[in-house]
């Protein structure tokens, strides 16, 4: 199953500082999404925000036409919204199966611990280790196996290639696309854009906070985004 999400003027704060304004997007059944833009743009507020994470916030966003609920991270869940955080954030306490069964919910749907072992054959050789006994590539596969559990209908992933290798971040990407074919819709946080963007059917990039370009993944040139990352004209 599919849904669509529709964010409709969108504002948002910590505390009295406001992170996200006047931000709309949309993204339909199966479609995917690259968000980019600088540090401090506001993209991990977005993705954190969908996942109830953040509870300050003004606008209206709809999954299916139905209201998201504000601030509640369980009703995102049920919505069909999982996040693979940036850092991870793996709990060490546990077991690395541990980690896939604390992210499974009622939801149906096809990701169970057998199906996230065959999307990441190396989870299951350690699925008794703990996460920091882990590479950094196995951390990440394990951060989204976890979110997968949850059988999520779009899957949030915040910095998903930092610190990465080359080698690694093509396998990682090559696992995306096999959820994909899932019927899962991505939205990818990454500082490689031409990688995020050759995984996504659209792109928005944001600028301290505004979304300053919106457009077909496909074909957007460079110089359309560095302008949009840093708000300086573009190049004739
Ligand atoms: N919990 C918080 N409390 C206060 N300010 C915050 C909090 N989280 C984020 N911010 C601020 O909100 C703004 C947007 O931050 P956010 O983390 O969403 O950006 P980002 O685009 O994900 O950046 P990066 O590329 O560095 O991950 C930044 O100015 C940041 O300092
Ligand atoms: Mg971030």
């Known amino acids: 199953m599919t849904i669509s999400l529709r964010i409709d003027s969108l504002s948002a704060w910590h505390d009295q500082f406001q992170a996200l304004r006047d931000v709309s997007l949309a993204l339909e059944p199966g479609q995917s999404l690259a968000l980019v833009g600088a540090n401090g743009a506001g993209k991990s507020t977005l993705l954190r925000l969908l996942c109830g994470l953040v509870p300050n916030w003004q606008g209206e966003i709809t999954l299916d036409g139905k209201p998201l609920a504000r601030g509640n991270p369980r009703a995102a869940s049920s919505a069909g919204l999982a996040l693979v955080p940036e850092g991870r954030l793996l709990f060490d306490s546990l077991t690395v199966e541990e980690n896939l069964l604390v992210g499974q919910s009622a939801r149906k749907g096809p990701w169970d611990l057998a199906t996230v072992y ?92 505004r979304v300053s370009h919106q457009s077909a993944a496909q074909g957007v040139t460079a110089a359309a985004l560095k302008a949009a990352y840093f708000g300086v004209a573009t190049e004739q």
């Open 118 to 209: 065959t999307l990441f054959p190396v989870l299951a050789e350690r699925r008794l280790q703990r996460p920091s006994t882990l590479s950094g590539g196995q951390q990440q596969m394990l951060a989204i196996g976890r979110a997968l559990s949850a059988n999520p209908d779009i899957l949030l992933c915040d910095e998903i290639s930092l610190g990465l290798s080359p080698l690694v971040v093509g396998e990682v990407y090559a696992a995306l696309a096999q959820v994909r074919a899932q019927g899962v819709s991505l939205v990818i946080v990454d500082q490689d854009v031409s990688r995020a963007c050759a995984a996504a059917d659209q792109v928005v990039c944001l600028l301290e906070g």
